[in-house]
């Protein structure tokens, strides 16, 4: 027989059941459960090898920062210019390991919009702030502080980012920029005096990674 009391008793435990269930649910469509992630970034990656036009770093320039925030366990990242997300995917990806997140910077409206999408489609929006501004002036008014940079935007404003920003970039933390050679190609004029301005500051302890486009990795000093 049927009475208020059972009718109460299974309405309870549907309700638990669906709340038990929700959260997966949910997982497997904005964010993803951590077990899945590294399978999904994979896929996305592996979906999009050799199709990147939009100034993007190559893969293996992704590569280096993954392993530097994994190796120093950064969590609080700053990217200046994200074109449509290519390295933002690589430090994404590592911050999701470390528990951090990163803010990216990017001026034009539809690489922003396309780097959305993709931080989506990877699975990584979770840990990605991405802003649509002039770096010119967010760089300036974000409060920090930031334990890893990746600079890869306009290259004449190069020395101007760093200086906005080191002195929200914490001790031990580390400042990367792109397309810096020392050798083989060379680098245009603004790099150049970026390049001598970082390697001349005793509190920075600057190395450059050639295997790719080229990045100079930068440590401030204890
Ligand atoms: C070399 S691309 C970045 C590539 C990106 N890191 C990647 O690997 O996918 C440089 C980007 O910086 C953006 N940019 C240039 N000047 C900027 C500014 N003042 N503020 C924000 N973004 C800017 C450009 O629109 C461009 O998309």
Same mark, same amino acid.
Request: charge should be neutral.
């Given at each position: 027989m049927i009475n208020k009391r059972?009718?109460?008793?299974? $309405?309870?435990?549907?309700?638990? @059941?669906?709340?038990?269930?929700?959260p997966s649910d949910l997982m497997s469509q904005g964010s993803v459960k951590k077990n899945d992630l590294d399978e999904r970034v994979r896929t996305f990656l592996k979906k999009r090898e050799g199709t990147w036009r939009d100034l993007n770093v190559p893969a293996s320039d992704g590569k280096i920062l993954y392993d530097v925030i994994i190796k120093n366990k950064y969590k609080k990242a700053l990217e200046i210019g994200t074109s449509?997300?290519?390295?933002?995917?690589?430090?994404?990806?590592?911050?999701?390991?470390?528990?951090?997140?990163?803010?990216?910077?990017?001026?034009?409206?539809?690489?922003?919009?396309?780097?959305?999408? *993709?931080?989506?489609? @990877?699975?990584?929006s979770d840990y990605i702030?991405?802003?649509?501004?002039? @770096?010119?002036?967010?760089?300036?008014?974000?409060?920090? /502080?930031?334990? $890893?940079? $990746?600079? !890869?935007? !306009?290259?004449?404003?190069?020395? *101007?980012? $760093?200086?906005?920003?080191?002195?929200?970039?914490?001790?031990?933390?580390?400042?990367t920029a792109h *397309?810096? /050679?020392?050798?083989?190609?060379?680098?245009?004029?603004?790099?150049?005096?970026?390049?001598?301005?970082?390697?001349?500051?005793?509190?920075?302890k600057t190395t450059v990674d050639e295997s790719g486009g080229g990045i100079s990795i930068s440590y401030k000093r204890e």
């Open positions: 059972n009718i109460c008793a299974e $309405f309870l435990l549907i309700v638990l @059941a669906i709340a038990l269930l929700l449509t997300g290519h390295s933002t995917i690589y430090i994404a990806w590592a911050l999701s390991k470390t528990g951090g997140k990163v803010i990216t910077i990017e001026i034009d409206k539809e690489r922003y919009r396309q780097a959305l999408t *993709n931080f989506k489609e @990877a699975g990584l702030d991405a802003r649509l501004a002039d @770096a010119h002036r967010l760089v300036k008014e974000l409060p920090g /502080s930031f334990d $890893f940079v $990746f600079c !890869d935007a !306009d290259k004449e404003w190069y020395k *101007n980012y $760093f200086i906005d920003v080191y002195p929200k970039l914490e001790k031990g933390g580390c400042y *397309n810096v /050679s020392t050798g083989g190609w060379g680098m245009g004029a603004g790099i150049r005096e970026f390049f001598d301005y970082i390697k001349s500051l005793p509190y920075m």
